[in-house]
């Protein structure tokens, strides 16, 4: 089962989302408590557009996880994708409620107010959305190399 996960996550960082799809079907199959599988088959549908499912699984990531905001994330991007912009903004705050620091969250959340017009709440979503952007884009920043040294005396302090 092991492996299937593994080759299930090899191939979609290689953008092969049907095969993903296959390994981890076998893997959900065996052990459907495995809420990483499901997290990669909700990620593969999500990339496929496969929204009704989208939301039916990410349904059950939820029933394993009440708090797990990528989840809540997906059932709102899905919810939005079907039409159903209320849903999809209390799905939203959902993930907000178990992350915080969740920018997408925030993200989806104003798209779903913009769309139903309530264009003030949208907008400090999308302000949100920027200043944690703009946090987790400077914390990935690589910082600048230490030299490595191979004795004390080396330092150069």
């Not at 990620?43 to 990410?58: A, F, N, T, Y």
């Not at 849903?87 to 993930?95: G, Y």
């Amino acid at each position: 089962m092991q492996s299937h996960y593994y080759c299930a996550s090899a191939y979609l960082a290689l953008s092969d989302f049907h095969s993903s799809l296959l390994f981890t079907n076998h893997v959900v199959a065996v052990c459907p408590s495995h809420t990483p599988s499901h997290s990669i088959r909700v990620e593969c549908k999500r990339r496929l557009g496969l929204w009704k499912e989208v939301l039916k699984d990410s349904i059950k990531i939820l029933k394993l996880d009440k708090c797990n905001s990528g989840a809540w994330c997906c059932r709102a991007e899905s919810l939005m994708h079907l039409g159903r912009l209320a849903e999809a903004e209390v799905s939203a705050s959902q993930a907000i409620n178990c992350d915080k620091d969740n920018r997408f969250a925030y993200q989806i959340r104003g798209e779903a107010r913009y769309q139903q017009k309530k264009y003030k709440s949208a907008t400090f979503d999308f302000h949100s959305f920027g200043e944690l952007d703009r946090t987790h884009r400077g914390a990935q920043q690589a910082a600048p190399a230490l030299p490595i040294w191979k004795t004390t005396r080396d330092r150069l302090w």
